[in-house]
Structure formats: structure tokens, C-alpha cells
């Protein structure tokens, strides 16, 4: 079996600080991990993808996430915030060759001016 | 190259009716997935269409169904609509080779509102 839990669905953070969104992952084969992010009114949008080549892996938009095995987990990052980050991320993963993905809950990000 | 398409954008339906949803996916993408995304259950797989057979099945009653047709195009079709059947429906297409990743692009979605 397979999820993900996104440990907060509201963060706020301000104009220029770090952004940090939390993701821990559930599952019983090496997963493929995926952060997506949606604007409103629109579908998802890929920001980065683990696929076990590299740990930490750098995405679109100045994002970057590591997979950390023993921790379970694939937070998503970004050293400093811009007002145009404000969106609902997504974290989700996905079983070897398979094309449906679970995802967590969800988490806003609101950038404060 | 285009992107996934998705028609219609949104739609108003009454409790009972029934509704077909149509994506359309990018050019040489043979695999179709479609989420139902819902403020109380988020993003949920609906199921997963192949070169015209159904790959993948989501947990879902039977009312949701789908088909592929030979151009990659895919629709979904809810009979009975349900008030709780009002969501976001997003199509996402992929090269859907079997035994690697394939990354799949999404759609901007078909907003269903059952009355």
C-alpha cells in the first residue's frame, strides 16, 4: 500500500524567507516521489520528481526536495519566497511503472508581503 | 506541442442525470489517467486507460466509467450523478510505456457541479 501525509494544510510565510512544506511517504516498494503544484483554476503543474538517481533533486521555479529514506520522508523546499510561490502543493507518490498517484492532502502556501 | 486538453470546463448537471467528460491528450501520449479532486477528499485516482483498455482501477463505484478510443482520447462518464459527484475532474496523459516512470501531465481539469 501506498500514501502520503502533508503535515500542515495552511503555511504562511513571508516575502523573501524559507519555505518549507513537509511530506512523508508510506511504502512497501522503493516509491517514486512527485511534488505537483496548482494555481487557481488551473490543473497541476510537475515542480520535481525523485526516481532514486539523486536525494536531493532541484525542480522548476527554484524548488528542490530531498529524499530521506530513513526518515520516510520528501520535504519540499525553497530558500526565499516569492509572492508568485502562493499556490496549493501537492505531494504524491507512485509504484514502479505505475501511472496512478496517490496524493496527500494538500498544503496552501500564502506568501506574505 | 499542446498540452492536455480538457472539454468542457465546466458543466452544471441535476442529482440523477449523467455526464461525459472528454480529454484529449498530448500528441504520442497512449496512457490517460483521470483524478476526481474534491475539497473533502483531495485528489483521488479514478482510473487509468491504455491503448484502449483499462489499465488501472481506482476505488470508485460503478456509476464512474471510462473508455480510450484508437486517437489516445479518453472519456469519463458518471451516470446518476450524486450531489457528492460535484468536483474538479482532472485528466492526465503519459507515454505509459510499461516498467519506467512516466511522467504525467495534467489537464486544467472539468469543474462538475450536480445540483
Known amino acids: 500500500a501506498q500514501s502520503v501525509t502533508q503535515l500542515g494544510s495552511h503555511v504562511s510565510v513571508s516575502e523573501g524567507a524559507l519555505v518549507l512544506l513537509r511530506c512523508n511517504y508510506s511504502s512497501s516498494v522503493p516509491p517514486y516521489l512527485f511534488w505537483y503544484v496548482q494555481y487557481p483554476n488551473q490543473g497541476l503543474q510537475l515542480l520535481l520528481k525523485?526516481?532514486?538517481?539523486?536525494?536531493l533533486v532541484k525542480g522548476i521555479n527554484g524548488f528542490e526536495a530531498e529524499f530521506k529514506k530513513s526518515e520516510t520522508s520528501f520535504h519540499l523546499t525553497k530558500p526565499s519566497a516569492h509572492m508568485s510561490d502562493a499556490a496549493e502543493y501537492f505531494c504524491?507518490?507512485?509504484?514502479?511503472?505505475?501511472?496512478?498517484?496517490?496524493f496527500g492532502t494538500g498544503t496552501r502556501l500564502t506568501v506574505i508581503p | 506541442k499542446a498540452g492536455v486538453t480538457q472539454t468542457p470546463r465546466y458543466l452544471i448537471k441535476t442529482r440523477g442525470q449523467q455526464v461525459t467528460l472528454s480529454c484529449s491528450p498530448i500528441s504520442g501520449h497512449r496512457s490517460v489517467s483521470w483524478y476526481q479532486q474534491t475539497p473533502g477528499q483531495g485528489l483521488q485516482f479514478l482510473f487509468e486507460?491504455?491503448?484502449?483498455?483499462?489499465?488501472n482501477k481506482g476505488n470508485f463505484p460503478g456509476r464512474f466509467s471510462g473508455r480510450q478510443f484508437s486517437n489516445s482520447r479518453s472519456e469519463m462518464n458518471v451516470s446518476t450523478l450524486e450531489l457528492g459527484d460535484s468536483a474538479l475532474y482532472l485528466c492526465?496523459?503519459?507515454?505509459?510505456?510499461?516498467?519506467?516512470?512516466?511522467?504525467?501531465?495534467f489537464g486544467p481539469g472539468t469543474r462538475l457541479t450536480v445540483l
Open positions: 504524491a507518490v507512485s509504484s514502479t511503472g505505475a501511472n496512478n498517484l496517490f
Open positions: 525523485y526516481t532514486s538517481a539523486a536525494t
Open positions: 492526465a496523459s503519459s507515454i505509459g510505456l510499461a516498467g519506467g516512470l512516466n511522467e504525467q501531465f
Open positions: 486507460y491504455f491503448s484502449e483498455t483499462q489499465r
